[in-house]
């Protein structure tokens, strides 16, 4: 059997607190089977005309397609910045009962 459709997602955030907050309440609502937190990552980038640059937190999530716009809906909600980073890439393959454990954490329901 072909199975498909996991995703993984980076938003990054303005430092580790608000990271830490986005990223549980993104595991309780189970759009999300596991978040890791990269902690002090510095980004350059270009901002409303010129460069700007500054310390940030990176949020790695492990997730499904099927659950992308919520997941974006919810970041928007409660993330600080005007036009947060969420970006996704598609997971093509992994370790099967890693992808399974994760199908099942975020079909399953609260």
């Not at 595991?27 to 596991?34: D, N, Q, R, W």
Request: glycine share 8%; proline share 2%.
């Amino acid at each position: 059997m072909i199975k498909g459709g996991w995703i993984i997602v980076f938003i990054t955030a303005s430092n580790y607190e608000e990271a830490k907050k986005i990223a549980e309440g993104i595991v309780k609502e189970k759009l999300g089977a596991c978040v890791n937190i990269v902690d002090k990552i510095h980004s350059i980038y270009w901002w409303q005309g010129r460069v700007e640059e500054g310390n940030e937190s990176l949020l790695i999530i492990k997730t499904r397609l099927d659950k992308f716009g919520k997941l974006v809906e919810y970041v928007k909600e409660k993330h600080s910045y005007e036009v947060p980073e969420i970006v996704a890439i598609p997971l093509i393959i992994g370790f099967a009962k890693y992808l399974d454990w994760l199908d099942e954490v975020v079909n399953s329901s609260k």
